[in-house]
Every structure is written in structure tokens, then in C-alpha cells.
């Protein structure tokens, strides 16, 4: 099992439309929780990050985290052709390495 | 404002030749990282080094072999290639080390091996 589980996608959805990514993972002592956005043939950009349960909100992104449930997810609102990307999730415990989700392509249609 | 900056842009070599990736920050930061990014698998971490003069294992690093030149650069070198290298290559740096402190990433290597 990996310690960090995203849905690929791909997902393809209208201008405007509420967006929900979502990743789960395995171990407990994961504390922060950070989501990028990558465009294609570029490298990953932060987009939010957070180290506790609850809702963090950033424009139009906000980025949720379960604690209990191992559970992230990162929603958008209102979106736009220019969100057509591929998010991936990354999670780091204590120590310096980062564990990045598989990531999910996102296309939105004008 | 270059931040990263990685080279080659791409590059194809075959099986067995060997080869250097080049990784440069502008940001004066202390920590630089390599990843490759392969589809369905996310980034995995090959190298990292917290510090100049420091390099750690990540989580795939047979077949590589890296060396932190100064502060600004970090480079990655495959001595033999395998087909199973072909990937595409990220370079990242970070201030430190602090948990909260995001990862700047150059805009890849695409590596292909024959």
C-alpha cells in the first residue's frame, strides 16, 4: 500500500464548477499537508499548505484536512481553464522527506 | 528571478552511457533535493542534501550518485544508464529544512534511455 493514495483522473469538468481532489494516507505521523499545482512540462508549484485539521482558505483553493479519518482535500471554487493542471498532494512527518501523491489532471472545458 | 534551473531540458542517451544532470538556485538556500517523476508513481525522492557538504539517500537512489558542489548547485549523475531511468528529473530547494518550508522546483529534465 502506498502511504499516500490520489485518484489519477483524469477529471474534466465545466467553467465554473466546484472541484474536490481528494488524498488519503496511511501513516499517523504525517503533520503537514501541502497541495501543488503542476502545468504541463513545468515544474511543481506550491499552492497551499497546512499542519492541522480543519479548513484553510486561500481565494478561490481551500485545503481541508482530517486527521482522524487520514483524509485531505483541496477544493476549488468557481474554476477556470487556467486551473487545468495536474494536483498533487504531499505530506511530511518529521523528517525531511516529502511524500507525494500520484497526482490528478484536471481539465476545465470554457 | 531564475530560481531552479536545471539542464539539460532533455536528453537521450543509451543504454550504459553515463551522464550529469545540472541543478543551480538563486535563492541562497540551504537544502536541494532530486526527484523523478514517472506516470502513475508520483515524485520519489533519489537524493537530498540538508546542508553544503551533506547528501542522504531518499527513497530510490540505486543507480545515481550525487555531489553538492557549493550552496547554488547540486547535480546528479548516472554512471551507467538503464532503461528503467527514463524519467523525468526535478531539481527542488528549499530554505532548510523546517517542516512548513515549501519546495521551489526547476522545470525538469526529461531523460529518455534506449
Known amino acids: 500500500q502506498k502511504e499516500v493514495e490520489q485518484d489519477p483522473g483524469p477529471l474534466s469538468v465545466p467553467e465554473g464548477a466546484i472541484v474536490s481532489l481528494n488524498c488519503t494516507y496511511s501513516n499517523s505521523a504525517f503533520q503537514y499537508f501541502m497541495w501543488y499545482r503542476q502545468y504541463s512540462r513545468k515544474g511543481p508549484e506550491l499552492l497551499m499548505y497546512t499542519y492541522s485539521s480543519g479548513n484553510k482558505e486561500d481565494g478561490r483553493f481551500t485545503a481541508q484536512v482530517d486527521k482522524s479519518s487520514k483524509y485531505i482535500s483541496l477544493f476549488i471554487r468557481d474554476s477556470q481553464p487556467s486551473d487545468s493542471a495536474t494536483y498533487l498532494c504531499?505530506?511530511?512527518?518529521?523528517?525531511?522527506?516529502?511524500?507525494f501523491g500520484s497526482g490528478t489532471q484536471l481539465t476545465v472545458l470554457p | 528571478n531564475a530560481g531552479v534551473t536545471q539542464t539539460p531540458k532533455f536528453q537521450v542517451l543509451k543504454t550504459g552511457q553515463s551522464m550529469t544532470l545540472q541543478c543551480a538556485q538563486d535563492?541562497?538556500?540551504?537544502?536541494m533535493y532530486w526527484y523523478r517523476q514517472d506516470p502513475g508513481m508520483g515524485l520519489r525522492l533519489i537524493y537530498y542534501?540538508?546542508?553544503?557538504?551533506?547528501?542522504d539517500k531518499g527513497e530510490v537512489p540505486n543507480g545515481y550518485n550525487v555531489s553538492r558542489l557549493n550552496k547554488r548547485e547540486f547535480s546528479l549523475r548516472l554512471e551507467s544508464a538503464a532503461p528503467s531511468q527514463t524519467s523525468v528529473y526535478f531539481c527542488?530547494?528549499?530554505?532548510?529544512?523546517?517542516?512548513?518550508?515549501?519546495?521551489?522546483f526547476g522545470d525538469g529534465t526529461r531523460l529518455s534511455i534506449l
Open positions: 542534501s540538508a546542508s553544503e557538504g551533506t547528501t
Open positions: 535563492m541562497n538556500h540551504n537544502s
Open positions: 504531499a505530506i511530511r512527518g518529521s523528517a525531511r522527506q516529502l511524500t
Open positions: 527542488a530547494s528549499t530554505p532548510g529544512d523546517r517542516e512548513e518550508q515549501p519546495q521551489h
